[in-house]
């Protein structure tokens, strides 16, 4: 069983369309991460949110942790050719005693001109 | 900084020969984390180390991995005798103030075992 689940395991829209992934765990986390990679390369970094409820842009990406902080979503607005990735969401749940992530399958998005 | 640097890239063996992989950490960071990919599994993390003091590896599937971390500037991974089943893409990474700010990974070593 995956500690994080995260949905739809893949995503292809029009450029230009808005999207909703999604993070879900009946864990709680003291922190969640969300990175993008690419093909052949490692993942990198996108956003860390630590709050319950708290919600974060970045340009057309909007991330949202869940108030009970078990859950979190990632919305692009207009996306890009460019915005093309793997998705990936971790989280730390060992309650910050023992840092290690938990990373997700992954959300593979494909965006067409 | 160039990163953190992994080699090689790419890696084809046969079947129970020994396999090093390589990681050079961003200086500075006391966080080194080997990570494995498949499209099975997803990212598992295998073994991490603390100021190159193996904290957890519980992830290191069986007594043929073990990991190394002489000093704070390289690290290895080593798997001896490899199999088929090992193929993956192995990742490195660190992180400084206990990974808060995400961890910087490398971009990976692509290993083939036949």
């Known amino acids: ?113 | 900084d160039a990163g953190v640097i992994q080699s090689p890239r790419h890696e084809v063996t046969e079947m129970g020969q020994e396999v090093t992989l390589r990681c050079k950490p961003i200086s500075g960071h006391d966080y080194l984390f080997w990570y494995r990919q498949t499209m099975m599994r997803g990212l598992e993390l295998l073994i991490y180390f603390n100021n190159n003091v193996p904290i957890d590896d519980s992830g290191m599937p069986e007594d043929r991995f073990s990991a190394k971390m002489p000093n704070a500037s390289f690290s290895t991974l080593k798997i001896q005798p490899s199999e088929p089943r090992d193929s993956a893409v192995y990742f490195c990474a660190s992180s400084s103030n206990r990974g808060i700010h995400g961890y910087t990974f490398g971009s990976g070593t692509r290993l083939t075992v036949v």
Request: aromatic content about 8%; glycine content about 12%.
């Open chain 1, 1 to 113: 069983t995956q500690l994080l689940e995260q949905s739809p395991q893949f995503l292809s829209i029009q450029e230009g369309e808005n999207l909703t992934v999604y993070c879900n765990s009946s864990s709680v986390f003291s922190s969640l991460q969300w990175y993008r990679q690419e093909p052949g390369e490692g993942p990198v970094l996108l956003v860390t949110v630590v709050t319950g409820g708290e919600v974060k842009k970045l340009k057309r990406l909007t991330f949202q942790f869940g108030d009970a902080r078990k859950d979190s979503s990632l919305h692009i607005t207009a996306a890009q050719p460019g915005d093309t990735g793997l998705y990936l969401c971790a989280g730390d749940n060992s309650g910050g005693s023992n840092y290690k992530l938990t990373f997700g399958k992954g959300t593979l998005l494909t965006v067409n001109p």
